[in-house]
């Protein structure tokens, strides 16, 4: 499959400050990156949180980080991991 890319705001589970991110999901694994951000998390370990469609708002399931986006390719791609 290829890589998919989109837009969206990352959160890093102790303030409530967005940052503008990056993301690429490719061979199962989400690319984070921002300004003086970079993060990889593997798919497998990713949890959703409650969100309103078309937002989806996922994280690693043992850090508060989180990024959400509305991308709705990216989303099912990431639903089908």
């Given at each position: ?25 490719e061979a199962g ?53």
């Open positions: 499959m290829a890589a998919l890319t989109g837009a969206g705001r990352y959160f890093d589970g102790r303030t409530a400050r967005p940052v503008p991110v990056s993301l690429r999901l694994r989400l690319a984070v990156s921002g300004p003086d951000l970079r993060r990889d998390w593997n798919g497998l370990d990713l949890r959703a949180e409650d969100a309103r469609p078309p937002l989806m708002r996922v994280g690693p399931a043992d850090t508060p980080e989180r990024v959400e986006f509305s991308d709705e390719a990216l989303a099912a791609a990431l639903e089908a991991l």
